[in-house]
């Protein structure tokens, strides 16, 4: 394939990717990653794991975290293909709302995927934390909430 061709699949996959995670269906989301792939959150909490590995360590996070926050809308979605074409810079808004005390939940998203083979090999995902304490109800809600689907820092799987 030419570097065109890697490019367009990858900003393909990548669109696929963001619509799976919206839908929810987690079966075809899944299987965009390769099977090392790695998950990670530079910006993570101390206390909380920021690097996720392999598919089944990434599916379980991520399938958790959708049962505290609806997403309603995503807005300002854009694609930045970059010179290796197996690699974007997204970013994206999403207006939603926290489903316990309904909260609004408006953030924005920076993320970079890397491709190979037209899988993800790597994810890493940056967003602001202060929009997530305050759609909780406050720093010690917020980390309770994130326990429930995040291991400590250093847990093994």
Known sequence: MSDVEIRERTVNQTRAYLALLQAQRWDEWIDLWADDAVLEFPFAHDSRQNVYRGKRD????????????VVDSVTDLRVHPLLDPEAVVVEL???????VNGSPYNQRYVTIFQY?????VNYREYWNPLVSIEAF????????????????????A
């Not at 808004?93 to 489903?99: K, S």
């Not at 190979?116 to 993800?120: A, Q, R, V, Y």
């Not at 109800?137 to 847990?155: I, V």
């Open 58 to 69: 990434i599916l379980e996070y991520m399938s958790a975290t959708t049962g505290s926050i």
């Open 93 to 99: 808004q999403i207006a939603g709302r926290q489903i």
């Open 116 to 120: 190979k083979d037209g899988k993800i």
């Open 137 to 156: 109800g406050g720093y010690e809600e917020w980390l309770t909430a994130s326990s429930s689907y995040s291991k400590p820092k250093n847990a093994t």
